[in-house]
């Protein structure tokens, strides 16, 4: 990483984070080590995720493939633990 690719993350993490807040990106995860990047999209199709991929400063340094999920399931997801008084 070097210092021309830094100056792209302050603008990346604005897409990002813009995306979060429109409800198009569910989850955004980076691993620093095998620098890898996983983003879990809403979107019709898979022409429509690489149009908001192809839309970030980073896309030029990414090589990725999109896949369909058939099922999405976390914690944040359930209902809250019931809590006995």
């Known amino acids: 990483m070097d210092e021309d690719f830094m100056s792209f993350v302050p603008p990346h993490r604005t897409y990002i ?5 429109k409800g198009v990106i569910e989850t955004y995860a980076v691993s ?3 620098q890898t990047c996983w983003i879990t999209l809403n979107a019709e199709s898979k022409t429509e995720v690489d149009t908001y991929l192809a839309k970030t400063p ?4 990414w090589t990725y493939e999109i896949e369909e999920l058939f099922v999405y399931d976390s914690q944040q ?3 809250p633990a019931l809590q006995y008084n």
């Open 77 to 79: 997801y359930r209902l």
């Open 17 to 21: 984070n813009y995306l979060i807040n």
């Open 32 to 34: 620093m080590e095998s």
């Open 58 to 61: 980073l896309y030029k340094y």
